[in-house]
């Protein structure tokens, strides 16, 4: 959890970020996933600029792990801070991943879509990677225990945010340990086939 999500560019303020990334994503000959993105995808998140205004990027989703090939899509906000990996980002660079909803398989392998009318703003951080073509923004989803609504479905679930706390998630580090600790908003999921 989380492995899958949609964003849908055609919707208000999705529209908005994809719209402004389209350019700066054409010059770096890198295409924005849309619709069910995958890890690995090259994906719209929002950080704060020097301003501390809300910006998009583009970032590549998971973080080059240390065997060949491993890519690390997810931390738990439970040990967040413990991992060599994830402490100094999650300290220093935090983003945010806004979305149409978020998928989740039960144990049966059914899939299911979490959405809402709104767009999700799904909490994670990021870093600046080295990589053979140069350096590299890379991004990680965090998740956390599941609540009422999510436990039945899977074991986890992303940290999701209102959209009135993108800002101090991204600027305010005791904000965000302290909102890590908070109870996950209610989110009912739809039966995909």
């Known amino acids: 959890m989380c492995g899958r999500y949609l964003f849908d560019p055609r919707t208000g303020e999705l529209s908005d970020y994809y719209q402004e990334l389209v350019t700066i994503a054409k010059e770096q000959n890198k295409k924005i996933a849309v619709d069910e993105v995958f890890p690995s995808n090259q994906v719209v998140t929002l950080i704060a600029d020097d301003t501390q205004q809300i910006v998009p990027i583009l970032t590549h989703w998971g973080f080059t792990g240390f065997k060949k090939g491993q890519l690390l899509i ?16 999650f300290l220093e660079k935090r983003c945010a991943f806004p979305m149409s ?15 809402s009318s709104e767009p999700l703003y799904l909490a994670g951080f990021y870093r600046n990677h080295s990589t053979a073509s140069g350096l590299e923004d890379e991004s990680i989803i965090l ?25 101090p998630w991204i600027t305010d580090v005791t904000f965000a340990r302290n909102y890590l600790l908070q109870t996950m908003p209610d989110i009912h999921p739809q039966p995909v086939s």
């Not at 931390?75 to 994830?86: D, G, H, I, L, N």
């Open 101 to 115: 909803g978020f998928y989740e398989w039960d144990s049966d392998k059914h899939k299911f879509l979490f959405d």
């Open 143 to 167: 998740t956390t225990k599941p609540n009422a609504t999510i436990a039945p479905i899977h074991d986890r679930m992303p940290v999701l945010l209102s959209k009135a706390d993108v800002l």
């Open 74 to 89: 997810n931390a738990r906000a439970e040990t967040v801070e413990e991992k060599r990996t994830f402490k100094k980002p």
